[in-house]
């Protein structure tokens, strides 16, 4: 594959920054297993014709003649073509991933999205946000952008309280993985880094010391990924 | 180890039956590794003084010297001394599904406590249930178990709609670990159990079909270790 370097499809905000937060895990697992890769940056408005209707999301990844979309089925890609620094041992942890995202789906990123999706239409880049705005409000049984995130503030606390299982474990562990980051960590922070992508809000309370920790930690991961001045802050 | 059998430390119910969600995890790992083990019963007031003060809760095992108690110490020590048929296949693995676990403790046990922890007094020994009532009433700050039950039909909704990840898992998969079952499996079933050995409100609704045959497949697991006579129907 030499010279026939992977090349990664994001979503790009106005300011540069790349905002999916399935694209970040995706980010976060080719460093993991050190791939570099070409970044592929569009708008909301140029992902449902980029691929000739074979992914209407991003992440989509194109290497070698294969184009392949989906985050899961990415990951599963990238360990079966570089076994090495495994994402996943084998079927049985990839499962027991994938119910952790399924939990992680239903009790932050969804809260996530209700907190943030305004400030994802102000983050998003001029010529997208129309579109970004009559899509979602369709999902949102036509309430618009506004009228959804009017109450945001008093839905903190029950997004906090979700967060507490992450707590818990960092309690006893510097990383959701254990001792060394693994793909549950990727997946809490590709949501956090979509958050701090577009914040206005700051989503975790200055007091919270055990993810302000491990926050920062894994800021340094991988010679600073995730570090960007761009970045808002994602505690008060 | 020959004739030297492993034995297990459970909670015993009046009717004979194993209740705790956490020494039935235990009980999926010993058969899921194939170990024999032999069953030692203890009601709610025998457990405190039962290992001199070395621990006030089960599951406990006693193997060839070796005393452990809490079950995510066991697993591990199961791993540890019999290799084959793995629980996880190393720390990431292991992580990730005690991640998972401080979920199901957050959002789901926590409320299976609060809908069926009645029940339970009611499902205990005779001679237990001054102790049961005292304890948990205390850690209820005070409020009679009746009180603290009267309005969990109100509940149950919430119950239901947190188990929505495993619906949208099992959707995917026949089991949580994927193709064959896991410790994330042995820990929903563990809940499961719980509630079957004592609930008088079902727990699911009776058009929930992913869950239904979910637990039907389950129960046929490890030649019908789950089955029991005894069991409460968890479905309307």
């Known amino acids: 594959m ?24 995706i980010r976060y697992a080719l460093a ?16 449902p014709a980029a691929f000739g209707g074979r992914s209407r999301t991003v992440p989509v990844i194109e290497e070698g003649g294969v184009m392949l979309g989906e985050s899961w089925d990415i990951a599963e890609y990238l ?3 570089r076994p090495d620094a495994r994402l996943f041992s084998g079927d ?9 995202d399924a939990w992680l789906h239903a009790e932050v990123l969804r809260r ?3 907190l943030y999706v305004l400030d994802i239409y102000n983050a998003a880049r001029p010529e997208d946000r129309a579109y970004f705005r009559e899509s979602r409000e369709r999902r949102l049984n036509g309430r618009t952008l506004e009228e959804f ?10 997004m906090r309280t979700a967060l507490a299982p992450l707590r818990a474990h960092l ?6 993985g254990g001792g060394a980051p693994n793909y549950a960590d990727y997946m809490v922070l590709g949501a956090l880094q979509w958050v701090a992508s577009v914040s206005t809000l700051p ?9 302000r920790s491990y926050y920062e930690r894994s800021l340094a991961l991988f010679d600073g990924l995730g570090r960007d001045p761009r970045a808002q802050p994602l505690f008060e």
């Open 149 to 158: 995130t009017a109450d945001r503030v008093q839905r903190l606390p029950a």
């Open 2 to 25: 030499s010279g026939a370097r992977l090349r990664l499809y994001e979503l790009v905000l106005a300011n540069g920054r790349s905002a999916s937060p399935y694209v970040w895990r």
């Open 203 to 211: 989503l975790l309370e200055a007091k919270d010391a055990l993810l």
């Open 112 to 114: 996530m999205f209700g």
């Open 79 to 81: 360990d079966r073509t």
């Open 171 to 176: 309690g006893q562990h510097p990383f959701l």
């Open 32 to 47: 993991h297993k050190g791939i570099e890769f070409e970044s592929v940056p569009l708008g909301f408005t140029e992902i």
């Open 92 to 100: 049985s942890e990839l499962a027991t991933t994938k119910l952790l």
